[in-house]
């Protein structure tokens, strides 16, 4: 590693989003000036195969946009097509008869419009120029130009199971992008509250992936095709076959590309409920969670802040709270937890109260980067 390298930790809030940089020691950290100040700032990140970074931003007058900047965030340029929907989705808007909805004639119904870009995912290194973007409502989006430009993927649009997805506690959007590193066809996507779909001829038709996964708010529906509210969804690209699952309803490890679920956490956990889940970058095997005692009560178990740690795969749990406060209520969103690729390896997580805590030392004992800042909804780390 060069002596020169520096690990940057981006950080989307509420309020705008931040920079923070440091060398690989990570003991001392300098921060940005706030990026979008008084936007909310759902996503940046940095696309590796360029070092371009990516922004998904919205406001309450001007509406959602994505940016990018080739100068580490010091200046922005707005995409010259930002994702629009341009028309209704055939299954998924009401229409009055079976004739308007399959033989093209217009719909009688009120355009759907982008409400958030939640997630900007860089493609593979075979793919350049290639992004995308997961949208509310549910829809994915292509770039094909460096995020110059987006473009609708109508595929998963017009699905015919789109019009029966529902809305989670956060809108009804595609957080989630997992690209398959070995397989340029197969793509998953992640649906709140849809649950998780996977495409494996390269967008053109898609299938729910959900087998296994429970639901509990379907009254005597526990295990649906589709429809479960996936929280958010990780693989590490040395076993891409593996992927881990934080779901609303418990933690999940599939073994053969998502065509089947385990539950990991039941009877090894005190909650099934929680939002963000990372793998580690090095060892396919160890997965960190943040905890919730149950979506009635979005509070700390017990009143701890903790992460919890797996190195077999989720079959058994470690509870670390070494460096965290204790007698706090703390929430991790989503997006808000994610890794750095040194060794050891830095986690990051932030939360929905303005505190951002790191480990350096693969989640063993943890301390406080950064706080008072406006709630955390996205933090992404890259070595540069």
Known sequence: MSDRSKVMVMVGTRKGGFIFTSDPDRKKWSVSDVLFKGWTMMHMNCDPRDGRLHASVSHFVYGPTTHYSDDLGQSWTQA?????????????????TPEEAYTGKP?????????????????????????????????????TDRGESWSLIESLYDHSQRGRWQPGGGGLCLHTIVLDPNNADRIYVAISAGGLYRTDDGGATWQPR???????????????EFGQCVHKVDLHPSRPEVLYQQNHNGVYRSDNCGDDWIDIGEGRLPSRFGFPIAVHPHDPRTIYIAL?????????????????????????????????????????????????????????????????????????????????????????????
Do not use: C
């Open 80 to 96: 010259k097509v930002v994702p629009k929907l341009t028309r209704p989705s055939i299954s998924g808007r009401p229409a009055s």
């Open 107 to 143: 719909i009688p119904t009120t355009q759907e419009e982008v409400i958030q870009v939640w997630n900007i995912t860089p493609g593979r290194v075979s793919e350049p120029g290639v992004l995308y973007a997961g949208i509310q409502p549910a829809s994915l989006f292509k770039s």
């Open 210 to 224: 959900n087998h296994g996964v429970r639901v509990d708010f379907m009254g005597d529906i526990q295990y649906p």
């Open 292 to 384: 919730e005692e149950s979506d009635e009560y979005r509070m700390s178990v017990d009143g701890q802040f903790s992460i919890w740690r797996s190195r077999d795969g989720g079959e058994s749990w470690d509870r670390r709270t070494q460096g965290l406060p204790q007698n706090a209520h703390l929430v991790v969103l989503r997006d808000a937890m994610t890794s750095d690729t040194l060794d050891p390896a830095g986690i990051y997580a932030g939360t929905n109260t303005g505190q951002l805590f790191y480990s350096r030392d693969d989640g063993d004992t943890w301390e406080l980067l950064a706080d008072y800042l406006p709630p955390i909804v996205s933090v992404e780390a890259v070595v540069v």
